[in-house]
């Protein structure tokens, strides 16, 4: 009988108000206004993923990150055997894909990849030249139009495994910030230490850059995570920054990686 | 006397047998009827449709696109071959078939008319999968200097924005603005209030009436989709369920659009000129619109700059409850209808 009572206590526990308890939370920003050099550089629309724990807490996951290699733009488009205008046409305005922005009349007098999907999407719907531009990227190759979004997409599930980011956040492009909201802390803890990074490297001019930092996050006040890059020889305090040439692909000499 | 008992049990239990027999007969014949009564009203969740594909009976694009929506469509019901395999006797039940009231205005052997596709008023049987997460890697770019350009990044020059309340031309954040305009007339709106909470007083008398630009629309049609998926990247056209999850059936009410801070002006020259993401911090990450329950906005987002006028405000209200004078209700962000609510951990923690 006791047991019984026991077992119903328990049953009742999780609806009695006293049993709640307030998860305490924290928010932490990534700050993209990187100092490179002389130069200060804005690192937007960058993605950054967030996982519990700190270097030595992840430290497989550094190791997979240290280790990764992504190919870059112009060595993916390259590889594709692109024409020089459809690649000219990425790096003019610094596009990943031709998602990116407005394919007007000139481009597609002007890039032999859209003047073939042009003509295909007239054919096909119904001889609007409105609807053919807009549509263009329907009668792209596909390789051309999203292959370097997949190609990303599988270089980043072959970093994480099975391990899955808490959370992930972009930078915006005005205030060049990424912000992590609503991070547990674990009760009675001070603080929860938490690593930050954007897993695939970011092209700035010549080089590429990978972060991997750790950052305590306490309910009492956002914490403010600054990407910097070594100086020098001095590392950069609780971060592994890995920085890489960019291989230059060019016509006829593309590289895999 | 054993074998007595046992021919009466054998009694019973064909009595009963009997009995269910003919109440499950009675009740087929009656559900029989409700389905007959129901073929005015299709649905897309009965386990027969479920069975189908969606290109089972709908057409992409229809014969009517060039004439409806000027770009490859789908404007109109499937047709009568896509129903007469399974609903042959469906069509002519009566003079006036309930069945053929599904796609046709006008019921009758002569009646061509059909109702607007998709109908305006009926209840819908799905809900939109779209993940803005993938949408904004995809549009995403690399970085040069946002003074050195004269938009922002990420962008597709198909939306546009209402004029400014200021002479700078506004930047246009596309990767959001493919598919969330600003609004050329006031929308239907509604203040939105956090369940569970209980107002501390009466809404004071409030006057406040937002403008047509504090708001950005949605996509309701296939317009914004097709441009890309029409045939490539995946979902496509004809992947009807890479867009629309069936959901139960429920009745278009509209869109009303619900806020907090219904005084928030999105063209207002200090927020039009930020990134959409400044304020939406979660949007980059969102997979699922379901689990999207409004614009979510956090209030932390609003304090990196309202910090003064809202540690005002609160400031008053906790005065006033001190005092014990009728609370002070906060009206910088809220009309009073959410003014008047006591303050939400978010704000408590600020």
Request: aromatic residues 8%; hydrophobic residues 35%.
């Amino acid at each position: 009988m006791r047991g019984v009572l026991f077992i119903i206590f328990l049953l009742l526990l999780p609806v009695s108000p006293c049993s709640v308890f307030a998860q305490e939370t924290g928010a932490l920003d990534v700050t993209g206004r990187v100092r490179i050099g002389k130069a200060q550089e804005k690192i937007v629309r960058k993605r950054f993923y967030l996982f519990k724990g700190g270097l030595t807490a992840n430290k497989d996951l550094v190791e997979r990150i240290k280790n990764s290699q992504s190919t870059t733009r112009d060595c993916f488009y390259c590889g594709l055997k692109a024409s020089s205008e459809y690649i000219n046409w990425l790096r003019a305005e610094d596009c990943e894909s031709p998602y990116c922005r407005e394919i007007t009349e000139a481009d597609v007098a002007k890039v032999p990849e859209f003047q073939a999907a042009y003509t295909k999407s007239l054919r096909q719907y119904g001889n609007r030249p409105a609807v053919a531009r807009k549509w263009l990227t329907t009668n792209l190759a596909p390789e051309l139009r999203d292959g370097f979004y997949r190609s990303h997409k599988a270089d980043l599930a072959k970093v994480l495994g099975d391990q899955k980011p808490l959370q992930s956040s972009m930078t915006d492009s005005v205030s060049v910030r990424a912000t992590f909201i609503d991070l547990p802390i674990a009760a009675g803890a001070k603080n929860e230490t938490y690593l930050i990074s954007n897993i695939l490297p970011i092209v700035i001019k010549d080089k590429s850059y990978i972060w991997i930092c750790e950052a305590d996050v306490n309910s009492a006040k956002r914490t403010n995570l600054v990407l910097q890059v070594p100086d020098g020889d001095k590392p950069v305090r609780r971060c592994e920054v890995i920085v890489r040439d960019v291989p230059q692909c060019k016509e006829g000499t593309c590289s895999a990686k | 006397m054993q074998g007595g008992n046992l021919l009466s049990e054998m009694r019973r239990l064909l009595n009963i047998a009997l009995l269910t027999l003919i109440a499950v007969i009675f009740a087929g014949h009656w559900a029989f009827d409700v389905d007959a009564q129901n073929r005015g009203r299709f649905s897309h969740s009965t386990a027969q449709h479920k069975k189908l594909n969606c290109s089972a009976c709908h057409k992409i694009p229809t014969s009517n696109w060039a004439s409806t929506s000027g770009f490859p469509d789908v404007q109109d019901y499937p047709g009568h071959a896509s129903c007469v395999s399974c609903h042959r006797q469906d069509f002519f039940r009566g003079n006036q078939p309930a069945f053929c009231g599904v796609c046709h205005s006008v019921v009758g052997p002569r009646g061509k008319a059909r109702f607007p596709f998709p109908h305006p008023t009926r209840n819908s049987d799905f809900s939109t999968i779209f993940p803005h997460n993938v949408h904004q890697d995809v549009i995403a770019e690399f970085a040069p200097p946002r003074d050195e350009r004269p938009y922002a990044v990420a962008h597709f020059v198909m939306a546009s924005f209402s004029p400014l309340r200021n002479d700078d031309p506004p930047p246009t954040f596309n990767n959001c603005a493919i598919c969330h305009e600003t609004v050329s007339k006031t929308p239907r709106h509604a203040v939105r209030i956090s369940p569970g909470m209980k107002p501390l007083t009466d809404a004071a008398a409030e006057t406040f009436e937002p403008k047509a630009g504090f708001f950005k629309d949605m996509p309701t049609g296939h317009a914004a989709c097709f441009t890309c998926h029409y045939q490539g990247p995946k979902p496509t056209a004809t992947d009807c369920a890479g867009c629309h999850g069936l959901t139960a059936s429920t009745p278009k009410t509209g869109v009303v659009f619900k806020r907090y801070s219904i005084k928030f002006d999105h063209l207002q020259k200090e927020h039009s000129t930020r990134d959409c993401m400044t304020c939406h911090v979660r949007i980059s990450q969102n997979a699922d619109l379901k689990t999207l329950k409004d614009a979510d906005v956090p209030f932390i987002t609003c304090v990196q700059c309202h910090n003064d006028k809202i540690s005002e405000e609160m400031g008053k209200r906790v005065e006033s409850l001190t005092n014990n004078q009728a609370p002070f209700q906060c009206v910088y962000c809220h009309s009073t209808a959410v003014g008047r609510f006591p303050l939400p951990p978010s704000h408590e923690k600020r």
